[in-house]
């Protein structure tokens, strides 16, 4: 995809329910390398070591402590491979393909082992139910590389825009990350104040990762392909202010979920709007107002104009241009 693509081209339409299979494939792949990146990068708050990241060919780790040295695990979703790159001057490579995640399991620990890497501490899925094993998986086989292709485009596009919507955010924010637990890309902003204690409830994951994930007062924000005929974009805040599930002039189509405490925009909705950089901007901006102004966050001193550098270098042309 060129970066002159149409807006056809950068947002893809994918339905759910005609790759639901392979996202669920992909999901436990996803798990399994962001377990061996849990099994070595130092704890950082909020889990935020834990996370991929959207890169020009999928999803990959970035760079993870081994030893004296790094490695970096790669989803390429434009080759269908996992990419396992060592500061020592090795690559191997594993397959993405159709068959059960039990056989992927089995061939990245043989990758693993010969690299000095070590294996997931608890190699099984978490917040999944039922939760199985990686090496006893053999229920999750399917793989359609040309709709796990498609979803790393949709990534792609929403990493953009929320990454530009992160710019705005001079506080504690998130990186704009992809938390394999749930299958979702995230950013998160923070108000500096800590938060009620989180009861937990995931499944198949201890209270305490939810106690540390939700320590402080946060509005989130991100993508995941569900909740919407294509996936859908979500916005919820913790604690959530009073009123927040009233909030008005989001964009059409937004709703707000009661069972899962959130406003969610279908990715079809952004897709098909005649601006959909901008409708999601709109969705992300509102959404955050909606959480920060009731619960009275200093929103003067933890924003900042993105385009400030911009505007400097103008002021700066202007100067030596009057000068002359």
């Not at 270098?313 to 002359?324: D, K, N, P």
């Amino acid at each position: 995809m060129s970066p002159a693509s149409s807006a056809a081209d950068a947002w893809p339409a994918l339905r759910v329910d005609e790759w639901t299979p392979t996202r669920d494939t992909l999901h436990m792949i996803t798990q399994v390398v962001g377990k061996v990146r849990l099994a070595h990068a130092p704890l950082v708050n909020h889990w935020w070591q834990s996370a991929l990241y959207v890169s020009a060919r999928g999803l990959t780790t970035s760079a993870v402590p081994v030893g004296s040295g790094v490695v970096d695990l790669e989803l390429d979703l434009v080759d269908h491979e996992l990419v396992v790159w060592s500061s020592s001057g090795e690559r191997r490579r594993v397959g993405l393909q159709a068959r059960p995640v039990a056989d992927f399991y089995a061939e990245l620990v043989v990758v693993l082992d010969a690299l000095g890497i070590d294996r997931p501490h608890q190699p099984r899925p978490n917040e999944v139910d039922p939760s199985i094993p990686f090496a006893e998986d053999d229920v999750h086989s399917a793989y359609e590389p040309e709709a796990a292709h498609l979803f790393w485009r949709q990534l792609v596009a929403a990493d953009r825009v929320l990454g530009r919507f992160r710019a705005r955010y001079s506080g504690k924010v998130s990186p704009v990350h992809f938390f394999w637990g749930s299958m979702d890309l995230a950013c998160t902003r923070f108000s500096g104040r800590p938060a009620p204690q989180h009861p937990g409830g995931a499944p198949n994951c201890g209270d305490w990762v939810m106690v540390e994930g939700y320590s402080h007062e946060l509005s989130s924000c991100g993508f995941w392909p569900g909740g919407g005929e294509e996936g859908a974009f979500y916005a919820y805040a913790y604690p959530e202010p009073d009123g927040f599930h009233d909030t008005a002039g989001l964009p059409d189509g937004s709703v707000y979920s009661i069972e899962g405490g959130q406003f969610r925009l279908p990715y079809e909705a952004v897709r098909t709007a005649a601006d959909p950089d901008a409708t999601l901007m709109a969705f992300l901006q509102r959404t955050y107002e909606a959480a920060a102004d009731p619960a009275g966050w200093d929103r003067a001193a933890l924003e900042v104009d993105p385009d400030r550098w911009q505007h400097h270098r103008r002021q700066r042309g202007s100067g030596r241009g009057a000068g002359r």
